[in-house]
């Protein structure tokens, strides 16, 4: 690996280093916004289970 190419990595590194520093430093900020996201995900999955149980249902 080319010695731009390690300090290119070791950057981006460090930059996710202080955003997951940042996140901690919110974390009830972020465990509310992640509990939203996932309460939004399970009702997106079931109303998709549903209406394709319906369909399957509608085609008998």
Partial sequence: MEQTQ???LERTFNRNE???ARWKSDDGMLASLLARD???IHAAVW???RVSW???AAKR
Avoid: N, W
């Fill in 18 to 20: 202080a955003a997951l």
């Fill in 38 to 40: 996932m309460r939004l």
């Fill in 54 to 56: 319906s369909d399957g």
């Fill in 6 to 8: 390690i300090q290119q």
């Fill in 47 to 49: 109303m998709s289970l």
